[in-house]
């Protein structure tokens, strides 16, 4: 179709030539005739005038039109029409997902890689040096959009090929069943390393931001904040106009024990202070503004974390939540929110121990012992409570048992929700090797984006308590192997190092911000 309407732009002053020729051939007297003559020259003029109404325009048509189509100019427009990316103009922001036969990945449709159709070897080095003078005249929006673009194109040839590739030697490679699209994963996660960076707003004072807690239930907050702000992490940016994401760093576990006064708890305390921060810096810098918070997020343990959003939640509809209490009936939404594991972390550790009790050594079908918090606890209890001695659950373990100890000595650790959806023992299971049962309503599971959680851990509501037995025995020993297995297998993306490494759960946070940075495309 463009090619039709370059070849019109050259006809159309051609027809209007062949028209002014047709008037002059008709109209001027070039000889003076008279009587008999001048009737028979009239009427050779009218049966000869379509023949040379045609052949000379078409042959004055041809002589000049194919030079032009055949020019060099013309191929080197139609090659500079393909390096203009295809996503850096759009006029708002969007969230897509893109479902693949085996993985609900989060990438937009119809992306280039580059923009740069791919070449000969003989034009390779040309179509580099347009793509460098193409690049140094893009702003930082299209050139962050052009790399987002790449990253996109990567991880789709890796789902259609099904293949794994890296320009480095990797030390883990995600492969199996407990990955919705291991290659997806596995390209993406290059990706993110090799383009993924953030920006961490300096404004604020501690203890309310740059800080968090480091240890207990809510240390997820302390370790991401300190690993982002440390100023050693690979993915911290050096400007914020190279950021891809923006990172909200206060600590809301923070602002609940600095400003809470029990037993009067004030709501709308903690979305006031996030909501000014957001206007100050939005109001400070353009960031917020151009994307409306779109790659903006905040990382937050707390059970009152989802109330940020509670006050103006047209201002956050589209600002990135990573919540532990990631319930989807109190306004969680999986594909723009992230949730993230809860864990205990004792202090001068980095988490619970790593058990290796192989599954012929675990003599326990179930184990659980915890406080009586919330609605799910107090109904297993009514039903399990030291009441069964292969389901073997307790408000208060034994003096003569060790916590640890039995959880690796069982094959199903129940991991029931307690005040909110989200529970520690859902990291202490899988760090024991030990399959979890989780007891639950409402909650999206952490970092179900890539991982596949029916094939390593059993779901089941609250009203399913009094059948816990039943369930867990109708597991076959075959499958019941396969899954504790694939435990095992997950262990590195709930483990917490520092430095953060590849794949461990610091690294699965950053890539569930990054997937959801990859469904935005701003405006240039």
């Not at 990955?179 to 300096?202: D, G, L, T, V």
């Not at 004030?266 to 202070?273: D, F, Y």
């Not at 937050?300 to 109330?307: G, K, L, N, R, V």
Request: hydrophobic share 35%; aromatic share 12%.
């Amino acid at each position: 179709m463009n090619q039709n309407k370059k070849t019109y732009r050259y006809l159309v002053p051609f027809y209007a030539l062949c028209l002014y020729h047709n008037h002059i051939y008709r109209s001027y007297p070039f000889t003076k005739v008279s009587g008999e003559e001048d009737r028979k020259s009239e009427e050779a003029m009218a049966t000869s005038s379509p023949t040379r109404f045609v052949i000379f325009p078409a042959i004055l048509f041809l002589i000049v039109l194919i030079p032009l189509y055949l020019s060099p100019i013309n191929r080197n427009q139609n090659i500079l029409r393909h390096l203009l990316p295809t996503d850096s103009n759009l006029s708002e922001t969007t969230h897509q997902t893109l479902q693949t036969s085996s993985s609900p990945s989060l990438l937009p449709k119809n992306d280039s890689a580059d923009g740069v159709p791919s070449t000969s070897t003989d034009g390779a080095s040309a179509t580099n040096e347009i793509r460098k003078r193409f690049r140094e005249k893009m702003s930082h929006v299209e050139r962050i959009e052009e790399g987002l673009a790449r990253a996109r194109e990567a991880i789709r040839r890796a789902i259609q090929r099904r293949n794994y590739s890296s320009e480095k030697e990797e030390t883990f490679i995600p492969r199996g069943d407990v990955y919705r699209n291991p290659y997806a994963f596995h390209q993406s996660h290059i990706e993110m390393e090799k383009r993924f960076k953030i920006w961490a707003y300096r404004e604020g004072d501690q203890p309310l931001m740059h800080d968090g807690p480091s240890n207990d239930i809510y240390a997820i907050e302390g370790q991401f904040m300190d690993e982002i702000e440390s100023g050693k992490s690979q993915f911290l940016a050096r400007h914020p106009d190279e950021a891809n994401a923006f990172y909200i760093p206060m600590s809301l576990t923070r602002v609940v024990h600095f400003i809470y006064e029990p037993p009067h708890y004030h709501g709308k305390w903690i979305p006031r202070l996030v909501t000014d921060y957001i206007n100050f810096v939005a109001d400070k810098y353009p960031y917020w503004n151009r994307s409306k918070g779109a790659d903006h997020f905040l990382v937050s343990c707390h059970d009152w974390a989802p109330d940020v959003s509670a006050l103006k939640p047209d201002l956050y509809k589209h600002f990135i939540r990573a919540l532990c209490n990631a319930n989807t009936s109190e306004r969680f939404h999986p594909i723009r929110d992230i949730s993230i594991p809860e864990i205990n972390i004792p202090r001068g550790k980095l988490g619970p121990p790593h058990l290796d009790q192989p599954p012929n050594k675990r003599p326990i079908l179930a184990f659980f012992a915890g406080g009586a918090h919330g609605y799910v606890r107090s109904v297993l209890f009514k039903y399990w409570k030291e009441k069964d001695d292969e389901v073997q659950v307790f408000e208060r373990l034994p003096r003569n048992r060790n916590y640890s100890k039995s959880m690796g000595d069982s094959k199903f650790c129940l991991c029931p929700s307690g005040y909110e959806v989200a529970s520690p023992r859902i990291v202490e299971a899988i760090a024991a090797g030990c399959v979890p049962m989780i007891i639950c309503d409402h909650y999206s599971l952490p970092f179900s984006d890539v991982l596949d959680w029916s094939k390593f851990s059993i779901y089941i509501t609250s009203d399913k308590i009094p059948e816990i037995k039943k369930i867990l025995k109708a597991v076959p020993t075959e499958t019941y192997l396969e899954m504790q297995k694939r435990v095992k297998q997950v262990q590195r993306h709930f483990a917490i190092n520092r430095p953060a490494r590849p794949y461990d759960m610091l690294h699965m946070i950053l890539h569930s911000v990054w997937l959801r940075r990859l469904n935005v495309r701003l405006p240039s």
